[in-house]
């Protein structure tokens, strides 16, 4: 019987490559891959949309009135998981950028499922490809990915966030979506034509079209 962890993982990132600006990362995190091992088998999908959040100068960041028992995480080590339930539903899933000792984190808005998608359909109770991560309500669940990996370090481990395959594409860049302060920051990004994000700029989706 052939070992359902039997497949080919790459090196996660390294920490240096969270330890860089936020929105540098953010961008840089467009089709990287999300991997996690699960008792299920391997959980991949490719990032294809991201958005920034800085420290106390940001309006819409859990770090902008300081360091609480939540946003402390922030400050943290880079390359860490900073997960937190919002809604009293869901889980969502963030990586902390930046130096340590300076607030940071970029949210995956969205992912391309690449492997496991059966696991997936049947966590999240969808046939529809397309809509099995296209959220970060949605991916989280689809990844199996709760509370108990707040913290934990996304360069080694079951849960890691790795290179994958390089392909040209080009980035959008829009305000932040589902906030009500600092909205007007274009710190939101997303692969260009992409089906699997969880909204399009209107005239992106009309170029999409066309």
């Excluded at 340590?100 to 969205?110: H, S, W």
């Excluded at 996304?154 to 392909?167: A, N, P, Q, R, V």
């Amino acid at each position: 019987m052939k070992d359902k962890f039997q497949t080919v993982l790459e090196e996660p990132l390294s920490k240096s490559f969270y330890a860089r600006d936020t929105k540098l990362v953010a961008m840089n995190l467009l089709g990287k891959v999300l991997v996690h091992q699960t008792d299920d088998g391997v959980i991949k999908g490719r990032i294809v949309e991201t958005e920034a959040y800085y420290g106390p100068g940001d309006p819409a960041s859990h770090a902008f009135r300081g360091k609480t028992k939540r946003s402390a995480i922030m400050w943290g080590e880079p390359g860490t998981a900073y997960v937190y339930f919002t809604y009293g539903m869901h889980y969502i899933l963030n990586v902390v950028t930046e130096e340590e000792g300076k607030a940071g984190a970029v949210l995956i808005r969205a992912l391309e499922p690449i492997q496991g998608i059966e696991v997936m359909r049947k966590r999240r109770g969808v046939n529809n490809v397309i809509k099995l991560c296209n959220g970060p309500a949605k991916l989280t669940q689809a990844f199996g990915i709760n509370g108990r990996y707040n913290g934990a370090d996304l360069t080694s481990g079951k849960l890691i966030i790795e290179e994958g395959d390089e392909k040209k594409f080009d980035i959008v860049s829009t305000g932040r979506i589902g906030i009500k302060k600092g909205r007007e920051e274009k710190l939101r990004f997303y692969i260009r034509g992409c089906e699997f994000v969880s909204k399009k700029e209107e005239k992106d989706a009309k170029r999409d079209k066309n």
